[in-house]
């Protein structure tokens, strides 16, 4: 099982970025996919996330209207296109994959995990 987070960089707030998370080993058209983050310092939490078809998706208050989730199943790919970027999103990006079919928030929810992606934002 591997996720392959990648996509992250040095950007100035107000700027726009796109991850991708690259999924192979596990039967990605049935597990829904999630982003979370963690900054220095903080607990991870969640960002958005995608249904295992793609009819489902949801995102942390923080992000809702700046970031979209999407995925490709053809290519075994999820992304986050982040745009409006500020300094308060800087942090280690993770894309995970879960099997619960519910609203899947937290992280214990997951069964698998990618190394994630670092997203530095400047003012």
């Known amino acids: 099982v591997q996720l392959q987070a990648s996509g992250g960089g040095l950007v100035q707030a107000g700027t726009s970025l796109r991850l991708s998370c690259s999924a192979s080993?596990?039967?990605?058209?049935?597990?829904?996919i999630g982003w979370f983050r963690q900054a220095p310092g903080k607990e991870r939490e969640f960002v958005a996330l995608v249904s295992w078809n793609g009819g489902r998706t949801d995102y942390a208050d923080s992000v809702k209207g700046r970031f979209v989730i999407s995925r490709d199943s053809s290519k075994n790919e999820v992304y986050l296109q982040m745009n409006n970027l500020k300094v308060e999103d800087t942090a280690i990006y993770y894309c995970?994959?879960?099997?619960?079919?519910?609203?899947?928030?937290?992280?214990?929810?997951?069964?698998?995990w990618g190394q994630g992606t670092q997203v530095t934002v400047s003012s």
């Open positions: 995970a994959a879960t099997r619960y079919s519910g609203l899947a928030l937290r992280a214990y929810d997951y069964d698998y």
């Open positions: 080993g596990f039967t990605f058209s049935s597990h829904g």
